[in-house]
């Protein structure tokens, strides 16, 4: 079973279309993370959710949101995509406030056109 | 967050040691020295983790230098499979701080 799990792996859409990247994880871990992996390959985190409460949203524009239905999946909603967003995201779980390590899903490729 | 320095790329012969650095010299004492790696952008894989004593396990050794401000990663054994970027990230998990990549090293294991 796949730990942290991303869908769909590629994803080509056009400017100004709507998407939602999905993250499941079945680890039981309390805290869950998307990151954005650019061009130039640096990544970089966007938002945490523990317990359904945003920990941190990064200054990254209010087209992105973050929805956690429960404690094992967060999705990322796009609105209106721009060709700036073209990028690797990732999705990573861990239990908040442990010292033990992350947990990162295998990626999203987006593509706007 | 205290922030780490490492070499932008290191290379290794396959079947050597790969000794990869890390400078933290602004760690605090609650924080502990974490290592990922990425290959091909593939999703981080976690290596390790230590606060000051050394530690191992079956990808890596990690030692830390008794006055916390320096690591090294070592591969005891590199293999080609171990070609990726290796991040050492500094962090405390008693309060909201997360995981913050850096530029990390690209270490290539060479035939």
């Known amino acids: 079973d796949t730990a942290v799990s991303q869908t769909p792996k590629y994803l080509v859409t056009q400017m100004g279309n709507d998407k939602s990247i999905k993250c499941e994880q079945n680890l039981g871990h309390d805290t869950m993370y998307w990151y954005k992996q650019d061009s130039k390959k640096f990544l970089k985190i966007m938002f945490s959710?523990?317990?359904?409460?945003?920990?941190i949203n990064e200054t990254v524009p209010n087209r992105f949101s973050p929805k956690s239905p429960d404690k094992a999946h967060l999705n990322l909603h796009i609105n209106s995509l721009e060709l700036g967003d073209s990028a690797v995201y990732f999705c990573?779980?861990?239990?908040?406030?442990?010292?033990?390590?992350?947990?990162f899903g295998s990626g999203t490729r987006l593509t706007v056109v | 967050d205290a922030k780490t320095t490492q070499p932008p790329s290191m290379d290794c012969a396959e079947g050597r040691a790969a000794n990869l650095p890390c400078n933290h010299s602004t760690i605090s004492g609650n924080e502990y020295v974490y290592w990922y790696r990425q290959i091909h952008s593939q999703g981080p894989q976690y290596i390790i983790h230590g606060l000051k004593n050394n530690e191992t396990n079956e990808m890596a050794s990690l030692i830390i230098t008794e006055d916390r401000k320096s690591s090294t990663l070592i591969l005891p054994h590199a293999t080609l499979r171990d070609t990726a970027v290796y991040y050492c990230?500094?962090?405390?998990?008693?309060?909201?701080?997360?995981?913050?990549f850096g530029a990390g090293t690209r270490l290539t294991v060479k035939p």
């Open positions: 959710y523990n317990n359904k409460e945003l920990i």
């Open positions: 990573a779980s861990s239990n908040h406030r442990t010292n033990y390590g992350y947990t």
């Open positions: 990230i500094v962090r405390s998990p008693n309060n909201n701080n997360d995981m913050r």
